[in-house]
């Protein structure tokens, strides 16, 4: 293919019309969508369409995504508009959704690669939805990065592996979500995933009941089995070195890598464990442990980047499976060709402010057979027989250790309401509780134990979050809080509401746990939540 000069158009309403023109006249443009790059033509054009393919390198057996603006461009590529795609597209257009169904004649064989059908999303990036309008044909766009390597999410990214091959790039700035979108094919009894993206399994569950994942999202494919989506059988998104994923608890993962290492590896890790890998030179992070949304959106632009690196091999962190998290797991783990080694057992983390029932979640995990390690009462313990959080303790908190060892209660008294002697008090006392909890999830692990509740106040604030596999917190209205906490702790209303109101809001939790339990219910329902939410993360 002969060099092009490609165009850097900006995101105003000039480059947006002059990508319209471009795509109009058969042209291949790179535009932004909320999950990565598309390298965008008319679908309806098969030399344009053909020019995609050819600058790609793309397999002519994988067939593309068609992208609208507008559901009245549906008739003109479905034969038929069934009442659950419009059930999703009402949900999650414009948006990261993909469906699959039986192609009109119209569409030519090439975008759908000889399928009897074809994909179709609405995108939700206002520039993408701008273009399309303005091309006034649907645009058929893969992701638009060189085939095998990471999806672009960055207009760099695009140039990197298309410069001089394609007529522009749409400079849109990073992506939001960073992962490409899911593909659930509407054909068969049930939908059926055939690509995990930022609309979940739950979120399809929601709108259209069961609904079912294929087997090439979670395992490699055997010789001879051929995968609905023709795109999920080609090695992709690998960095030149190979990638072996380490899939448990961080803090289980990165000690476990951190044993590993060897001169010339790469390490991607999470930020918050970067500390374990302070000494050695390839390191690349992609978000913090708990933010699935950050690791999706950082996840590609750190593969690519490794191929800057002189690593022999890379050592992954993997990440949680839940919610979006399925998506970003399954490029990881496609990045790695399914190299993956599972370390740990599973441990749920489970917080919430005062009051909410956090306890009822553990004793109910306990009749389920789960372990339970009780934060508070490790504390109690360490402060009774380690000599050496006394030590520490007494050298800041003097007044507070008496010859009998420390008064937890006047300890509590003294940091409540001054943040600064409270953050000495944890930045001393953390780090033993760390300590001890890791030993106990370990001996239990020997012990044959299947899982782990693991009840920590301060889940997230004491680093504790890290050892876990999932965390969840139960929250609740807060006067039934103040309710339960009267009766408990035998202190008055006014002093209940002092207590929550030092605690984070209901927002801290949100954006930070796997899931949230809300205890507002019958006790009989929430235990039925908490039933459900045990059996799902205790596996
Ligand atoms: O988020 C996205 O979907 C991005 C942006 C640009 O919209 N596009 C994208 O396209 O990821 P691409 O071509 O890189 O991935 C399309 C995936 C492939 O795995 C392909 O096999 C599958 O969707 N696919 C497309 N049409 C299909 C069909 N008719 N039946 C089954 N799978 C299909
Ligand atoms: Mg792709």
């Given at each position: ?34 999950t990565v ?24 057996d994988n067939p593309l995504i068609v ?7 549906l008739?003109?590529l479905w034969e038929s508009v069934p009442e659950r795609a419009l059930t999703l597209a009402r949900a999650f257009w414009?948006g990261p959704l993909t469906m699959v169904l039986p192609k ?8 759908s690669a000889g399928l009897s059908t074809v994909g179709v999303r609405m995108p ?18 893969p992701s ?7 999806s ?25 979500v960073?992962v490409e979108s899911t593909v659930v094919d509407l054909t068969g009894e049930h939908p059926r995933i055939l690509r995990p993206g930022a609309v979940t399994l739950e979120m399809i569950e929601e709108a259209l009941g069961v609904t079912e994942v294929d087997e090439a999202v979670i395992r490699p494919l055997g010789s001879g089995e051929r995968p609905r989506a023709p795109g999920m059988k080609y090695r992709h998104y ?7 994923v380490?899939d ?44 699935i949304?950050?690791?999706g ?21 993997g990440c949680r499976p839940w919610g979006e998290g399925a998506a970003v797991r399954n490029r990881l783990h496609k990045s790695a060709g399914f190299?993956v080694?599972p370390?740990?057992?599973p ?122 596999t999932a ?43 796997d899931v ?12 039925k939540k908490?039933r459900f939410c045990l059996q799902k993360y205790g596996r």
């Amino acid at each position: 293919m002969s060099a092009v000069n490609t165009l850097r158009l900006q995101p105003d309403a000039q480059g947006a019309a002059r990508a319209g023109e471009i795509l109009h006249a058969g042209g291949v443009v790179a535009i932004p969508t909320e999950t990565v790059y598309g390298l965008a033509a008319s679908a309806l054009d098969e030399n344009a369409v053909a020019r995609v393919f050819a600058a790609k390198g793309r397999p002519s057996d994988n067939p593309l995504i068609v992208h609208i603006s507008d559901l009245s461009q549906l008739s003109q590529l479905w034969e038929s508009v069934p009442e659950r795609a419009l059930t999703l597209a009402r949900a999650f257009w414009p948006g990261p959704l993909t469906m699959v169904l039986p192609k009109t004649p119209a569409v030519p064989a090439c975008v759908s690669a000889g399928l009897s059908t074809v994909g179709v999303r609405m995108p939700a990036h206002p520039l993408a939805l701008d273009v399309i309008r303005r091309a006034g044909v649907p645009l058929a766009a893969p992701s638009a990065n060189a085939s095998g390597r990471p999806s672009p999410t960055t207009a760099a990214d695009v140039l990197q592996d298309m410069d001089g091959r394609i007529d522009a790039v749409l400079d849109g700035g990073p992506c939001a979500v960073g992962v490409e979108s899911t593909v659930v094919d509407l054909t068969g009894e049930h939908p059926r995933i055939l690509r995990p993206g930022a609309v979940t399994l739950e979120m399809i569950e929601e709108a259209l009941g069961v609904t079912e994942v294929d087997e090439a999202v979670i395992r490699p494919l055997g010789s001879g089995e051929r995968p609905r989506a023709p795109g999920m059988k080609y090695r992709h998104y690998a960095p030149k070195a190979p990638v072996t994923v380490f899939d448990g608890a961080p803090s289980r993962t990165a000690a476990h890598i951190a044993g590993l290492l060897q001169p010339g590896d790469g390490v991607l890790c999470f930020d918050d464990c970067k500390e374990w890998f302070s000494d050695i030179p390839n390191v690349l992070c992609y978000g913090p442990s708990w933010n699935i949304g950050e690791q999706g959106r950082r996840l590609f632009s750190a593969l690519r980047a490794f191929d800057e690196l002189p690593c022999t091999r890379i050592l992954a962190q993997g990440c949680r499976p839940w919610g979006e998290g399925a998506a970003v797991r399954n490029r990881l783990h496609k990045s790695a060709g399914f190299n993956v080694v599972p370390l740990g057992l599973p441990v749920l983390g489970v917080t919430g402010r005062s009051g909410c029932g956090k306890s009822l979640l553990t004793r109910l995990a306990v009749e389920m057979g789960f372990d339970a390690i009780d934060a508070d009462a490790v504390y109690a313990e360490l402060l009774q027989n380690s000599a050496d959080m006394r030590g520490a303790l007494a050298a800041r908190f003097p007044d507070e250790a008496g010859p009998d060892g420390i008064d937890r209660r006047a300890l509590a008294r003294r940091v409540f309401g001054d943040e600064a002697a409270r953050q000495d008090l944890n930045a001393i006392t953390h780090p033993f509780v760390l300590r001890e909890i890791d030993a106990r999830i370990a001996q239990a692990g020997t012990k044959g134990a299947r899982a782990i509740v693991l009840d920590v106040p301060l889940l997230f604030e004491s680093g504790l979050d890290r050892a876990c596999t999932a965390t969840c917190a139960v929250l609740s209205p807060e006067e039934l809080s103040v309710g339960r906490i009267v009766e408990r702790d035998g202190i008055s209303p006014e002093q209940a509401r002092a207590r929550l109101r030092a605690q984070p809001g209901d927002d801290y939790y949100f954006s930070r746990c796997d899931v949230v339990l809300i205890n507002d219910a019958p006790r009989e329902d929430f235990l039925k939540k908490a039933r459900f939410c045990l059996q799902k993360y205790g596996r």
